[in-house]
């Protein structure tokens, strides 16, 4: 029995009491929860319908809890009903109901973990966007691994996601960038604002490769040579180290587009017509303050240049015009300004800022050796990147290293803890629960142990304390794929496979044997276990699917 299939019970229950009472059956609510105790003495779930309802329908909590005590206590599958407190519901199954959590897991697959808890939203979720004036340093490698694990987790949980990079390709930053590049096919020093590492030589050398005659050309066209081919040769090496990081976008957005297409115009049009610009000394504002922020915004310069800030607005609206009824950018800790004027933004063109636009804010990541942070890297020259970061460690490690965190705290990522082949590295010890349930099921098949049919499964075998445990605790995944989910927070997921899915499951390993020794004969028990082992399997490689971290057959 899941947890959803309990709290359909609880709440059967509690119509059936208040039929009985002549109590109003519309104080009942639509749907009900059961959660673990803290404490596994006080039963395998509890619930606290009695004191939600007490008050609405005049009846003391716990003389409400005992009826509700006396009508559960009949229904198929559980065990015992105690009252607790004021009128706490602790619930107790028997094997049978525990243990047929095992199939139900088996039998859905992929599909366990699954909801429609989202069903209908429309989400566009921004993540990574670094400039193409250098590789991905190791903030946005974070992003790259959080971002793609929220859309993995928002998709599961019915939303309808959508994926963007948004491709800065204009702006002060290229026209250093491409000076940077020109400079060194000169074999001069970078300018003092550059960008200064080896990749800058690499791509520049690169460029006179496709344009041998682009150093006959005078500085102004050179440097427009190298923009152009430059920031494209960046830009796929940004794709496809992204790509081979396990990270593809739906889509990838030009903001030079924005500008080509008119669009900072249309923007600027929309924002006239709510009423919110005015005219100060040659340049057009967005007064901005009138929702909250510091001060108001310039969106175009008394020059007429436009400013990043009119790009941003252009931006938000082409998003919510392509349907996205809710707006995710996730940026890093040096952003956190932006949050007071991009939700006046929002407000400007009509929005409600707290319902389509959502920003998070991502904190500082080091990779540390020896106790010490690394702040160079071989290539950059001046920041960690990802090629650094998946060369010291790997690709899964680095992607459940950085989703195992929530976003909002500093992390260190120490390299010989995380390549170490122990139990203290937390994604082999997760990894180490996939390779070693599969593991079992290839020694259960040689030596004719196999699951057979559900008909033939007996789940009421699963009786010991550690089966209970592993079996409570895989019947969390829902919930906690559905929390992580609409909180945001990727590493609940990490964190659960570690502590309750993989600690359950070894306990349960230790004290509970699969396989039938030497000669022994194979039992309905050792079926059932498989039938647990198999289950568990299915989760964690559910889980760490959703992280983008493989669930290896063989470690």
Not at 4 to 30: C, I, K, N, Q
Not at 474 to 482: C, D, G, M, R, S
């Amino acid at each position: 029995m899941t947890p959803a299939e309990l709290a359909s019970v609880v709440l059967a229950a509690a119509h059936a009491v208040f039929t009985e009472r002549g109590l109003d059956r519309a104080a009942l609510p639509a749907s009900t929860v059961v959660e673990r105790p803290r404490n596994p003495e006080h039963g395998d779930y509890a619930s606290t319908l009695a004191l939600q309802l007490s008050k609405k329908v005049g009846v003391p909590p716990r003389e409400l809890a005992t009826a509700l005590a006396d009508e559960l206590g009949r229904a198929p599958g559980v065990k015992s009903v105690e009252i607790a407190g004021p009128g706490f519901l602790n619930i107790r199954l028997d094997a049978a109901a525990a243990g047929q959590l095992a199939r139900l897991i088996v039998e859905a697959g992929a599909e366990y973990g699954r909801s429609d808890r989202l069903a209908g939203e429309k989400i566009n979720l921004e993540f990574v966007s670094a400039n193409p004036t250098g590789p991905v340093h190791i903030g946005g490698v974070r992003w790259a691994a959080v971002g793609d694990a929220l859309s993995r987790l928002l998709r599961a949980t019915g939303a309808q996601v959508g994926t963007e990079y948004y491709f800065n390709d204009a702006g002060s930053q290229i026209d250093r960038f491409a000076s940077s590049l020109l400079a060194a096919a000169k074999g001069e020093p970078a300018p003092e604002d550059g960008y200064g590492g080896a990749y800058i030589a690499e791509i520049a050398a690169e460029v006179r490769a496709r344009r041998p005659d682009v150093l006959t050309l005078d500085d102004a066209a050179a440097r427009e040579v190298f923009r152009v081919e430059g920031v494209a040769l960046m830009f796929d090496e940004i794709r496809s180290s992204l790509r081979d990081f396990g990270v593809e976008f739906d889509t990838y957005f030009n903001e030079k587009d924005l500008h080509d297409r008119g669009e900072l115009d249309l923007a600027l049009a929309r924002l006239r017509q709510q009423g919110h610009l005015y005219e100060s000394e040659g340049a057009t504002w967005l007064r901005t303050t009138d929702f909250g922020d510091d001060k108001d915004r310039v969106l175009r310069k008394s020059n007429g240049e436009w400013t990043y800030f009119a790009a941003d607005c252009a931006y938000y609206l082409d998003k919510r015009e392509r349907g996205f009824e809710r707006v995710v950018i996730m940026l890093g800790a040096d952003h956190h300004g932006y949050i007071g004027r991009m939700k006046a933004m929002a407000a400007c063109f009509g929005d409600d800022p707290e319902r389509n636009l959502e920003i998070l804010i991502g904190q500082l990541v080091n990779l540390v050796r020896d106790g010490a942070p690394l702040r160079m890297s071989k290539r950059a020259g001046t920041v960690i990147t990802l090629e650094d970061l998946v060369d010291a460690i790997g690709v899964d490690a680095s992607r459940y290293a950085l989703a195992r965190y929530s976003s909002d705290s500093p992390i260190d990522i120490d390299i010989e803890l995380w390549t170490r082949a122990t139990r203290d590295n937390p994604v082999y010890y997760v990894q180490y629960v996939a390779a070693r349930t599969a593991g079992v099921a290839r020694n259960a098949a040689e030596v004719g142990l196999v699951p057979g049919d559900a008909d033939a499964f007996r789940p009421e075998l699963l009786d010991h304390e550690k089966e209970n445990e592993l079996l409570k605790a895989l019947a969390e995944f829902p919930a906690v794929v559905a929390t992580a989910a609409e909180l945001r927070e990727p590493h609940r997921v990490a964190r659960y496979l570690e502590e309750s899915v993989a600690a359950s499951f070894h306990r349960f390993y230790d004290n509970c044997r699969v396989l039938p020794l030497g000669d022994e004969e194979v039992t309905d028990l050792h079926r059932a276990r498989l039938w647990l082992n198999n289950a568990t399997r299915t989760v964690i490689a559910n889980g760490l699917h959703l992280l983008g971290v493989s669930a290896p057959e063989r470690m």
